[in-house]
């Protein structure tokens, strides 16, 4: 069974600080794999979506890395600004149960002060 | 071009009422997916439809029900609600076709619901 787990569940850090969320799934056969921000009580925006062909996605200040072999992908934000506080989704497109489906972790709620 | 669309954006229903949520899928996409997310947690797959047809299904009781149109616009319906189906409900569309892996989800911005 597919699980994806994100570390750490809550980050705070002040302005201008570079930093790493982390995603690790359990099977490595995955479709893609794809980055969602989501503002408090609103629906999920997509950020990066790396095929599994990919090693990284970069999007403006943010990089997006996937090691398929050790299930593991890193979310980077350079020069971190208030605007960036929100939760950060990781979801891999992988066979599961049901079918393939979109597999979500449960987030990095991020902080940052200015 | 618009992307997702879901309706209502909040609502408040009583124990043990039913309820229908309604989705239009982004522009060019023939699939849609439902999600469920609680309060703290990712969100959870429900079922999808393609081709007015569900194709596949979570782990969600039978009380879980869709439709999908002709225009592929989607509803969801849950039935005899329980205080535990409070979440936010999201709905996402793709596009099923060799290109789909490579395009990935867009979502919208979900409904609210509210059981009380």
């Known amino acids: 069974k597919q699980e994806v787990t994100q570390i750490p569940a809550a980050l705070s850090v002040p302005e201008g600080e570079n930093l790493v969320l982390n995603c690790s799934f359990t099977d490595s056969a995955i479709y893609n794999l794809q980055w969602f921000r989501q503002d408090p009580g609103k629906g999920l925006t997509s950020l990066l979506l790396?095929?599994?062909?990919?090693r990284e996605q970069t999007s403006g200040r943010l990089n997006a890395s996937l090691d398929k072999s050790s299930g593991r992908s890193t979310l980077y934000i350079a020069a971190s600004q208030p605007g960036d506080s929100a939760t950060y989704l990781c979801a891999v497109y992988a066979a599961n149960q049901a079918g393939t489906a979109l597999i979500f972790g449960k987030g990095t709620t991020l902080s940052v002060s200015s | 071009d618009a992307g997702v669309t879901q309706s209502p954006t909040h609502l408040i229903k009583t124990r043990g009422q039913q309820v229908t949520l309604r989705c239009s899928p982004k522009?060019?996409?023939?699939?849609v997916s439902w999600y469920q997310q609680a309060l703290g947690q990712g969100p959870q797959f429900i079922f999808q439809?393609?081709?007015?047809?569900?194709?596949q299904r979570g782990n969600f009781p039978d009380r879980f029900s869709g439709h999908q149109f002709p225009n592929y616009s989607s509803e969801l319906n849950v039935n005899a609600l329980l205080l535990g189906d409070s979440a936010l409900y999201l709905c996402a569309s793709s596009f099923d076709g060799t290109a789909s892996l490579k395009s990935g989800y867009t979502f919208g911005s979900g409904t609210r619901l509210t059981v009380v």
């Open positions: 522009s060019g996409h023939d699939t």
């Open positions: 439809y393609y081709e007015e047809e569900e194709r």
């Open positions: 790396i095929q599994s062909s990919q």
